[in-house]
């Protein structure tokens, strides 16, 4: 096999409660992890040394070497599984960048799972999990690209199966405004508000109001988002900026995307069902 193909599916938060700021300065946490059938694509060649080239419309600026989780995630699969051999890389980020997506973590598990089979390592998750899992608190979920709960700060996973869930009709959706992850996490009132539950009824971001405080727009486009018909979830995933909505079906989700296209043509946006 001299060709290899990956998605890097896209990640939201059904839910995330944050339960306490630990002495570290991280949050513990307890998240719902779910993964869009759409995202970044990698495509991976066998070759004598590691390279990486980025296209696509959110590649500017990204770095090409050893700064990109990418990169990191293709030397650490070298060592970790004593590969003499390298593989020229391309990523097409179709995702925005720092976006709430786990777009980075998702791409570097999803070169992860490329290598494994441009290089025939026949590596199940828990050992990709043990090469790259040390990269970031997103990327062992990413491997999978499964929904698993998530608790710690995101670290400690376990396969969480909600009935009815996939194939559920999704809406990404982002005012293509800056939202870091820290000033997000600081803004965070400090009250925990109690575990996550299973009945998505008692699903939450506690995020939400300080990444809204920081970034208003999130919330006209969770305001957009509910005002929408056959929406049954409206959330922001992960920090911001990008929040989401399910739908009872895709001609609903694809009404929405239409209209929201029409009305907010600079916001970005992408519609897919969830895995």
């Not at 290899?4 to 949050?27: C, F, M, Q, S, W």
């Not at 293709?74 to 970790?80: C, E, G, V, Y």
């Amino acid at each position: 096999m001299n060709r290899v193909t990956e998605t890097a599916h896209a990640k939201i938060n059904l839910a995330l409660h944050v339960r306490a700021r630990r002495p570290d300065g991280y949050h513990e946490i307890e998240t719902l992890f779910a993964f869009t059938d759409g995202g970044d694509g990698v495509v991976v060649e066998a070759a004598g040394t590691l390279s990486l080239d980025i296209t696509g419309p959110f590649a500017e600026g990204l770095p090409a070497d050893e700064g990109n989780l990418v990169m990191q995630a293709a030397r650490t699969m070298q060592r970790h599984f004593g590969i003499a051999a390298g593989a020229c890389i391309r990523l097409e980020k179709r995702l925005p960048v720092a976006a709430g997506l786990g777009g980075g973590s998702a791409d570097a598990a999803a070169v992860a799972r490329a290598l494994n089979r441009l290089w025939v390592l026949d590596a199940d998750d828990a050992a990709l999990i043990a090469a790259i899992g040390g990269l970031g608190a997103d990327v062992a979920a990413c491997v999978s690209s499964r929904t698993t709960f998530g608790r710690g700060i995101g670290e400690q996973l376990e396969p969480a199966a909600v009935p009815g869930l996939p194939g559920t009709s999704v809406l990404l959706v982002n005012p293509m405004k800056p939202c870091l992850t820290g000033p997000v996490y600081r803004a965070w009132d400090g009250a925990d508000r109690g575990s996550l539950a299973v009945h998505r009824s008692a699903w939450r971001n506690d995020l939400t109001p300080g990444a809204v405080a920081l970034v208003p727009e999130i919330g006209l486009v969770l305001y957009v988002l509910a005002e929408m018909e056959g929406t049954t979830q409206v959330a922001m995933s992960g920090s911001g900026a990008t929040c989401f909505a399910l739908f009872t079906d895709d001609h609903a989700r694809d009404a929405a995307r239409d209209e929201i296209g029409d009305m907010y043509p600079g916001w970005w946006s992408m519609a897919g069902r969830l895995r």
